[in-house]
Every structure is written in C-alpha cells, then in structure tokens.
Nanobody, 123 residues
Framework: VQLQASGGGLVQTGDSLRLSCTSS????????MNWFRQAPGKEREFVAA???????LYADSVKGRFTISRDNAKLMVYLQMNSLKPEDTAVYYC??????????????????WGKGTQVTVSS
C-alpha cells in the first residue's frame, strides 16, 4: 500500500491550498481517508476524515475553513484549505483506516500512512 500527499507550499495568511493524496495497493472504497498534521515540536493531530460513503469529520480548529473530499474512482482524497493561518503551518499527512471500524481521530488507529507534504503559512 502506498499513499502520497502532495500540494503543499509556502503561502500567506488568508491564502488557499489544495492538498492531494494518491493511493495504490488498497481497495480505496473500503477505507476511511484521513488528514493529519504535525507542527514542529508538537504531536501529530487530526485534521479531517472522509468515510467511504462521503460523510466527513473535522477538527474544530479547521471547521469551516477546510474541506475534505474523495474520488473513489481516482483513488484520491483531497484537502481544500481556505483562509489559512500561520498556526496551520505543519507537515500534512494522509492516512487510511478500514472504514468498517468507524470514526477515529487518533493517529495510532490509522493503518496506512503516506509521506507528508509541508504547508507553511507566513504572517
């Protein structure tokens, strides 16, 4: 199984970015897809999740600004990030969890991880 996040970059406060995560080697529609992030010196934290049926869950810190979506045909998950703030600066990771196991916001509950992509928001 391989997951690969991309789309990060250096932006200014208030800008937008769209992250993408490609997958291979798994039956994508059987997995809940998740985004986590890790800022320097901090623990990895949950950002957003998308169940196979399309329902979504967000961390309070990004609710209303970020949107997770998935394309089961293309085996991809996206994270549209609007109104970015300096505190959004982090390495962003996509992760997969078996959908039948339900929701989880814990990194230890994820089954597969991709390499991250750096998002830096300047003030």
């Amino acid at each position: 199984v391989q997951l690969q996040a991309s789309g990060g970059g250096l932006v200014q406060t208030g800008d937008s970015l769209r992250l993408s995560c490609t997958s291979s080697g798994l039956t994508f529609s059987n997995y809940a897809m998740n985004w986590f992030r890790q800022a320097p010196g901090k623990e990895r934290e949950f950002v957003a999740a998308s169940r196979s049926g399309g329902s979504t869950l967000y961390a309070d810190s990004v609710k209303g600004r970020f949107t997770i979506s998935r394309d089961n045909a293309k085996l991809m998950v996206y994270l549209q990030m609007n109104s970015l703030k300096p505190e959004d600066t982090a390495v962003y990771y996509c992760a997969a969890r078996r959908d039948y196991r339900g929701w989880s916001t814990l990194s230890n509950d994820m089954l597969y991880w991709g390499k991250g992509t750096q998002v830096t928001v300047s003030s």
